[in-house]
């Protein structure tokens, strides 16, 4: 079966996802859907994925209420400031962070957070001495921003991918 499928759960997100995206479902659509589903991870297993193992799966829900809080505060924060009701100067900024996580697949969910939630951007990680760039849209205090990135995001996420 791992011949003909090598990767199940990516053919069957592929196919959900191309039926979602291209609908109303025709039966050209629903063969390029099968197509596209069983073709991909055929590319996937030649680039040979290291298995990603989540170690503390409980510890994700927390997560996603954090991220969830601060994406929903940080949207009326920028809505604030680009409407121009923020009282005082608006001063954006980079902040560099010092990061622990070193797996590549945390590493992949913290740039997702981060750029997800409005007013920040992921802007690099310098690999060699684990060092993001982080731009902020109004930053006010950057020590804040390196604890609020090591303590509710990198070390959760340590917990999960380490």
């Known amino acids: 079966m791992n011949r003909l499928l ?20 025709t039966p050209a659509t629903g063969l390029l859907a099968v197509t596209v589903g069983w073709l991909v991870p055929f590319v996937m297993r030649a680039l040979r994925p290291e298995a990603v193992r989540v170690r503390a799966p409980g510890v994700i829900l927390g997560l996603a209420g954090h991220v969830l809080v601060d994406v929903v505060q940080s949207n009326i924060d920028v809505a604030k ?66 604890r609020r990135v090591k303590d509710r995001y990198e070390r959760p996420l340590m917990e999960v991918f380490s």
Do not use: C, K
């Open 6 to 25: 090598p990767y199940p759960l990516l053919s069957l997100g592929l196919f959900a996802m191309w039926v979602l995206l291209n609908s109303p479902l």
């Open 81 to 146: 400031v680009i409407l121009g009701l923020r009282r005082g100067t608006r001063r954006t900024g980079f902040v560099s962070i010092p990061l622990d996580l070193r797996s590549p697949y945390g590493l992949a969910v913290l740039s997702i957070i981060l750029t997800a939630t409005p007013g920040t951007l992921w802007i690099q990680y310098e690999s060699n001495t684990g060092r993001l760039l982080l731009h902020v849209l109004d930053l006010t205090d950057g020590d804040a921003w390196v």
